[in-house]
């Protein structure tokens, strides 16, 4: 007997359902099938070709019209199923009912709409059928300008689509990268890259908060207040599945519609299949496991036994040149281990997550080639242990051979700048190596790179290297840290030259072999990123040691010293009372005169810190630094106002110096001091800065140090007024910004280059200028009080949670 | 397993921790990428470091006063004799939960 099987939604699942009936058994069953779209099956994964214009409608469709009637399957599109009644066992149409014996909800899903203002205007799309992709396609004819919410798999497609019809285009995107549910940071970066290559803007950490319009949208408003203007906005945040027929029914749905590895739901004539399930708490998005779902339960229909599983799946982005690869479970979950291997010059990043001998989990960005092998490695849990070593090279490869240590030179294109003192590029360097200057020393003569202060060395041996191959012997040179193999003076000169503007670009340009660097790396990475591009790099405090992060120097025992500034050394009753009062208060157990001529509050618990900087603040102290590489003190003497041998106002330029210079971020830590006269009761001859009065004006040396060496400063220059000395101090420090490796106090940065290059680049009057202007550029963000700021955020200060009661249970 | 559920993700800076009083003693926190997170114990077996102030990198974090550096897989020290306890803890839609029942037995033992 002919069973009647009505089916309700015609997309990717149910079709594959079909196929396999008429396939097995075309009698078993007289299908009715109903689509609220008014058309048949097509391949929807293929609606982004369509919208790039690489393909058209026709070449997407699975069943046409005469499949159908082939097939013997009466069509109802264009009509909406608006009920099923159970205990008549009918299914309600728009235009009218039809019986059941067997029934299939295949409705798939719902774009999910972010319940903004403007939701509704004309305007808005979302991505899910051929009707939503004619609309964009139209819309972008018109030209103008898109902004896609969400930088998922559908945004970034509908994105890449709209920018290739020539629309201007920009991503807004709530979390830290783009397709973070299928990537990691660093193939987000590279994706972004690739994406913004094309003239698409990303907006990352961006939040809309409204669409704007009068009757059309005309922007797109994001939380921070920002306005995007938008002729088009499409809306692609997410799916949910399409399950309110299903819970009009009574059938029992949580996410999706609940059903069994048979894909039966609560009611045993009723079936459900494609993304419009829930199965043992998964939901699904992509169409390999529907595939499985529809053999499923074609078999189950038929009468054989089958069970549905829940298998690994891959991702793919189908935006011609984005070559992305992702499978398994890359992220969450204990007892594992990452393989990472990246070639700057390709443009590659390929990382392999282990847990036991297993490989569970593979991202890819650049060269997927092996994708697929990967992904089976995975699929079959295939024991690794044997080929750990050579992995991540793939199938092909099998005996082993490393990054190429060379490659992030490779990378650069000929106009880089190596030689920033010189002005000296990349392709000037390489042509006078293949012109025959084939050591060191022959290329400076011959192009005066790394002729100056030196600290471009390294880069030019490795462009010799580069260039001869093993002709060259290069010399070995200390890299940064395990995780990479180039010098400090060479990721700084790569950060400019390349122009590399946050961590993830580091990473990846300059072949790092770990995912986010090391204890060691990471701080040093973060201080070049932000002293070269203040405008665009936020600090990122978790790669700071916890006394910048704390703003606080941690004691042996856990607790926290608080160091209030004091301008020059001076202070007066109120803020004596204030620390003293602030010493009761917190039982701060040891109060102690430090010997940058200031006050310690030490012992103090982590959980007080944020309240002592509030009740200090009000009393006008702000956060003396005494933790950070960067401003420390300015030591003064009393100078003209009281001494009787006072030469200038020693006090006052000690001042104006540490309100100029307090809260930026230095190499290492740097300490001032100003002395009134030659008998230096302020000790500024062993200062990175110390200025001496003289009558004929100011004496400022630099370079010294008094810490674990000994060493006197080097006079810099001789100048008349208060006014150059303030220059010639802060042109001089923001020259020790620009060049030093992390960790060098000035001492130590200065016998490197020489004092008398220092002296060449200060003496031109244009680059002081310019030193004191980048340095001032800088300041305006970060010459704030962080112990003010810190202590709106108490809350951060506390632990989580006290489960201490719920343990001991 | 006695799941509970602690805070939002986003409680956790990323690439941060944040402590936890137990009845064993703090237990840090600590966040990884956007959705990883894991737990041990927030005491230093070198000289009682707080963790949760180390800097956390790939699956590590290295101790703030010494720089000894943990696996937070395993909770072995890399190249040291010395391993902090590990606890189990996962996240569910955007939200940290970690398993007091394994807190409360390791203090039973
Ligand atoms: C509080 C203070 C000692 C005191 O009680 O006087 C102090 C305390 C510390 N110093 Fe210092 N130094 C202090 C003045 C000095 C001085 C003298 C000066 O500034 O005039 C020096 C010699 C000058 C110099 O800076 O070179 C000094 C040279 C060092 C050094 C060696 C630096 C070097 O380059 O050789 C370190 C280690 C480091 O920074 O790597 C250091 C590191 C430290 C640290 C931060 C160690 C640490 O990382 O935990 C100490 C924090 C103790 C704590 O638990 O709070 N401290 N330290 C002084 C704070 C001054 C201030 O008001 O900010
Ligand atoms: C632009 C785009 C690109 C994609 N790219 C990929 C990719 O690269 N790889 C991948 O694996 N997946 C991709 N997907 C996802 C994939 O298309 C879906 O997983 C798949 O189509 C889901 O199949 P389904 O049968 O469950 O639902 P659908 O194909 O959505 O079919 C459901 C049908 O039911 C109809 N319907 C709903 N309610 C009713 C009702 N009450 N009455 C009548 N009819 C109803 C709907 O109109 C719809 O036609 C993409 C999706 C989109 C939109
Ligand atoms: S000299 Fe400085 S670093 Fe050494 S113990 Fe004293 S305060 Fe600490
Ligand atoms: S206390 Fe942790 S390394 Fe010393």
Known sequence: MTLKLVIVGAGMASGRVIEHLVEENPDAFDVTLFNAEPRGNYNRIMLSPVLSGEKTYDEIVTHDEDWYARHGVTCRFGEHVIGIDRDRRVVIGQKGEVSYDKLIIATGSAPFIIPVQGKDLPGVITYRDLDDTNAMIKAAQEGGKAVVIGGGLLGLEAAAGLAERGMQVTVVHLMGHLMERQLDEAAGYLLRRDLEKRGITIRTQASTKAIIGNGQTEAVLLEGGETLPADLVVMAVGIRPETRLASDTGLEVARGIEVNAQMQTSDQDIYAVGECVEFGGHLFGLVAPLYDQAKVLAQTLLGQPEAFVVKDIATKLKVTGCDLFSAGDFAEGPGREDIVFRDPSRGVYKRLVIEGDRLVGAVMYGDTADGTWFFSLIKDGTKIEEMRETLIFGPAFQEGASADPLSAVAALPPEAEICGCNGICKGTITNAIASGATDLGAVRAQTKASASCGTCTGLVEQLLQVTLGDDFQMPTAQPVCGCCDLTHEDVRRLIKAQELKSQEAVWQELGWKSRNGCHVCRPAVNFYLLADWPLEYRDDPQSRFVNERKHANIQKDGTFSVVPRMWGGITNAAELRAIADAADKYNVPTVKVTGGQRIDLLGIKGEDLPHIWADLNKAGLVSGHAYSKGLRTVKTCVGTDHCRFGTQDSTGLGIKLEQILWGSWTPHKVKLAVSGCPRNCAEATCKDVGIICVDSGYQVGVAGAAGMDLKETERLVDVPTEAEAIEWTVAFIQLYRENAKYLDRPYKWVAKVGLAWVKERLIDPVERARLVDAFELSQSFFRKDPWAEQAKQAERFQPLADLTLEAAE | ?109
């Open chain 2, 1 to 109: 397993m006695s799941w509970i559920d602690i805070c939002a993700i986003d409680d956790i800076p990323l690439r941060g921790a944040r402590k936890l009083k137990t009845a064993l003693g703090c237990v840090a926190v600590f966040r990884t990428g956007e959705e990883e997170v894991f737990a041990a114990s927030d005491t230093c077996p070198h000289k009682g470091g707080p963790l949760s102030e180390g800097i956390v990198h790939g699956q590590s974090v290295t101790c703030p006063l010494h720089n000894w550096v943990f696996d937070l897989n395993s909770g072995h020290a890399q190249g040291e004799d010395g391993r902090i306890a590990t606890y189990p803890a996962r996240t569910e839609a955007g939200r940290v939960l970690i398993d007091v029942a394994r807190l409360a037995t390791r203090s039973a033992a």
